[in-house]
């Protein structure tokens, strides 16, 4: 099992940076992909970013050239570097795990980004 524990939310005015942090514990070594993704109000949560074991990396169309997902393995720890900004990147992001020959899917509790105009 991998416990993940995000910070680094916050409200932040639009052409803004932050950079969240998912540090993960656990049964790490069977991690097969980490990512973060998303959920407005309303709407359905939505991928963001993800990078595999390998250092493979996919982005939503909506964040490409914005923001970029890295991994330090020495700290057990993804980022998500989330430039510039805008009011429509305002959501609950999550980190996720996926674990295990049987994909199973680990969460962290989510951190709140609030991009004002």
């Known amino acids: 099992q991998v416990r993940l524990v995000e910070s680094g939310g916050g409200l932040v005015q639009a052409g803004r940076s932050l950079r969240l942090s998912c540090a993960a514990s656990g049964s790490i070594f069977s991690i097969n992909s980490m990512g973060w993704y998303r959920q407005a109000p309303g709407k359905q949560r939505e991928l963001v970013a993800t990078i595999t074991n390998g250092g493979s990396t996919n982005y939503a169309d909506s964040v490409k050239g914005r923001f970029t997902i890295s991994i330090d393995n020495a700290k057990n720890t993804v980022y998500l570097q989330m430039n510039s900004l805008k009011p429509e990147d305002t959501a609950v992001y999550y980190c996720?795990?996926?674990w295990g020959l049987g994909a199973e899917d680990y969460w962290g509790q989510g951190t709140q980004v609030t991009v004002s105009s």
């Open positions: 996720n795990a996926d």
